[in-house]
């Protein structure tokens, strides 16, 4: 798992849902030559509670530009369309909905309960609200796909730790430290 799914994974357990990481979801997909083959889809971050069921793409992107309309089909600009593939999930209708169907026989949940997410360490400066809408148009499962930037996930995992019980995580006994040593009530105000 890589460092910022598992930060997901945190903030996702904080709001009560049991994950897991890296699942594979066949889906049949028509080749160039005319032939259907199936593939398997690799969703980061599958995460389930009683009455619902969350597929989430995880994009850190801290060591670039970040997260950016060129990666979507209907928002990049014609010659700009880069990383299409990176996001099949949200780009690819079949694919959406191949990772649906298999999600909601694999697991038993109705496709009405099934959320799709797209967890964002960092946007391009100017395309974060372009992204948001146009993944928020899109109807999927339970509805609109989910977009949870930064500021989310920092502020659904900061109070977490307030716990009493000891939780062995690499992400809680982070925040506990900043937390002990004052680091972190400038800005949160917690102690």
Not at 2 to 22: D, P, R, S
Request: glycine share 10%; net charge positive.
């Amino acid at each position: 798992m890589e460092a910022f799914e598992h930060i997901v994974k945190v903030y996702l357990e904080a709001k009560g849902y049991v994950v897991t990481t890296g699942v594979k979801f066949p889906v049949r997909k028509r080749c160039k030559n005319g032939t259907q083959q199936l593939h398997g889809y690799e969703v980061d971050i599958v995460a389930a509670r009683r009455r619902s069921l969350i597929l989430a793409s995880v994009k850190s992107f801290f060591g670039s530009g970040g997260v950016s309309k060129q990666g979507f089909k209907g928002i990049a600009d014609s010659k700009r369309r880069r990383h299409l593939e990176r996001y099949a999930m949200f780009n690819e209708r079949r694919v959406r909905n191949g990772v649906l169907k298999a999600a909601s026989d694999r697991y038993g949940y109705p496709k009405g309960k099934i959320q799709f997410a797209l967890f964002c360490g960092k946007f391009t400066a100017c395309d974060e609200a372009v992204v948001r809408r146009h993944l928020r148009a899109m109807k999927v499962g339970a509805g609109p796909i989910w977009v949870i930037g930064p500021k989310q996930i920092v502020e659904g995992i900061i109070g977490f730790p307030k716990n009493r019980t000891y939780i062995n995580d690499p992400v809680l006994a982070t925040l506990k430290l900043l937390q002990r040593t004052h680091y972190l009530r400038e800005t949160t105000g917690i102690n």
